[in-house]
């Protein structure tokens, strides 16, 4: 009998298989695949959720940069880098998706959504408690977000977003608050980015 199963990178569904089976043949796009990820991929026995429990605990972990950078520094650890990642973004036609939803389909089946509709669908709730001015920065944060992804998100990039809107950080002080009260607008905000009812 001869079982045809979903990309095994992206889905947990052949590495399932796998085990009931007595044998496994590969298909890989020949010099598409880079090798790093075919070997990965052959190697690969444990899915991805052994990193989170459920769909909350991701969505908690990726809430928060530095819990954010924690899970993917594990993931690249285990073999799951920048470059897998990409990779399974293209397997599942989600390049303007967030590596977020990336995850959520690969662990639990989740439908990835774009940027630019998760943005959309937050914007109300990201924006209610802000100034006008603070809304502002964030508009243009979150234009970063869509263009580029996550990585725009991470709090060590928060001062070269404070530069490109602002010229200097004392500018944005002037017009934001401390450097405090800045980092916790630019912390804060993303709870509300991927909160369970945005996907």
Same mark, same amino acid.
């Given at each position: ?14 590495? @399932? ?8 043949? /590969?298909?890989?796009?020949? $010099?598409?695949?880079?090798? !790093?990820?075919?070997?990965?991929? $052959?190697? *690969?026995?444990?899915? &991805?959720? !052994? ?9 908690? &972990? ?50 990835? %959504?774009?940027?630019? &509709? ?7 709730? @990201?924006?209610?408690? &802000?100034? !006008?001015? $603070?809304?502002? /920065? ?7 977000? %869509? !263009? ?37 607008? /630019?912390?804060?905000? $993303?709870?509300?980015?991927? *909160?369970?009812?945005?996907?």
């Amino acid at each position: 009998m001869l079982i045809s199963a979903p990309p095994l990178m992206p889905v947990i569904d052949g590495r @399932i298989l796998s085990d009931y089976s007595d044998q496994v043949v /590969f298909v890989m796009n020949w $010099q598409t695949t880079p090798k !790093q990820l075919a070997k990965k991929a $052959q190697e *690969a026995k444990t899915p &991805l959720p !052994q990193f989170f429990a459920d769909e909350a605990e991701l969505r908690r &972990l990726w809430s928060l940069p530095s819990t954010r950078r924690a899970l993917l520094n594990q993931l690249a650890d285990a073999g799951f880098g920048k470059e897998e990642l990409s990779v399974m973004q293209r397997l599942i036609d989600a390049e303007n998706s967030d590596l977020f939803d990336v995850l959520e389909y690969v662990s639990f089946a989740v439908k990835p %959504i774009s940027r630019e &509709l998760r943005v959309a669908k937050a914007q109300s709730s @990201i924006f209610a408690p &802000l100034n !006008q001015e $603070q809304k502002r /920065f964030l508009e243009f944060v979150l234009s970063k977000y %869509i !263009q580029s992804g996550v990585e725009e998100l991470d709090d060590e990039k928060l001062p070269n977003l404070l530069i490109l809107q602002y010229q200097a950080i004392v500018d944005a002080m002037e017009k934001l608050g401390d450097r405090n009260e800045i980092r916790d607008m /630019f912390i804060g905000f $993303q709870k509300n980015l991927y *909160a369970s009812e945005i996907g």
